[in-house]
């Protein structure tokens, strides 16, 4: 009877993570992507949330990984949850270094409809399920695209309309290619900025600074973990 109980709550979580990961894809689906440099990223960040109408919107920053990038999307997610605020922009942060209960009240208040923007590290990036989250924003690109797939699958929960927008910079060049990929499975058009990047990176072409191949190792370094 314990055996029989068991089996079926690993199939009932089996079951989860498939309409899950079917959601994510469907949610790649309504993607729309910009490329930028980095210094430009706050004023496209703005830009979107002036013009968009939203019920609530999640914004992820850096990654969870040990390696460091720990340490730069917590601070990321903190510094930019502070500018936010700072204009007028309703939002608020969680990030892993939180202290659980602090956490908990922090997800409640955006659950409850009391923040409508949450800034977040990937620690909400899978098994939050919010209706009225209708935007996702990616102001990192994600260190792999599993991460990516259940990032974006954060909006159009429930059967609801939702849409994803990625801010692509250049540091980011490795992962084009399987991103053009993961979007010809989903039938997405493929912007014309987004082939230029992957042609660029494959015939060597690609000029970048010494800050920004620091960046693109550190991601590479990041997604083998």
């Known amino acids: 009877e314990k055996e029989q109980e068991r ?14 990961d079917k959601q994510a894809r469907e949610a790649v689906a309504a993607e729309e ?23 609530q919107v999640v914004i992820f920053v850096g990654g969870s990984q040990a390696n460091g990038q720990a340490r730069r999307g917590v601070a990321r997610c903190n510094t ?9 922009f309703p939002s608020i942060a969680i990030n892993g ?5 602090e ?3 922090r997800y409640k208040k955006f659950k409850d409809f009391e923040k409508r923007i949450l800034v977040s590290t990937d620690l909400f990036g899978r098994g939050i ?10 102001y990192d690109f994600p260190t792999n695209l599993d991460q990516y797939c259940h990032r974006v699958g954060r909006t159009g929960r429930q059967g609801a309309e939702g849409t994803s927008y990625s801010l692509i910079t250049r540091n ?14 989903c039938n997405q058009p493929i912007e014309p900025n987004l082939d ?28 083998e973990q």
Request: net charge negative; proline share 1%.
């Open 97 to 101: 270094r939180m202290k659980q209960e």
């Open 33 to 55: 992507r910009a490329k930028l440099e980095e210094e430009e990223k706050n004023r496209k960040l703005f830009d979107l949330l002036d013009q968009l109408e939203f019920n």
């Open 196 to 223: 230029e990047l992957a042609a660029e990176y494959l015939a060597g072409t690609l000029a970048l600074s010494e800050e920004e191949l620091q960046e693109m190792q550190s991601n590479q370094t990041s997604g």
């Open 129 to 138: 399920d919010i209706e009225r989250v209708n935007i996702v924003i990616n």
């Open 172 to 185: 980011m060049a490795p992962m084009i290619g399987d991103l053009i990929d993961l979007l010809k499975s």
């Open 7 to 20: 089996k079926k709550k690993q199939k009932e979580q089996d079951d989860a993570e498939i309409e899950e």
């Open 80 to 88: 930019l949850d502070n500018l936010l605020q700072e204009c007028s």
């Open 103 to 105: 956490r908990i009240a």
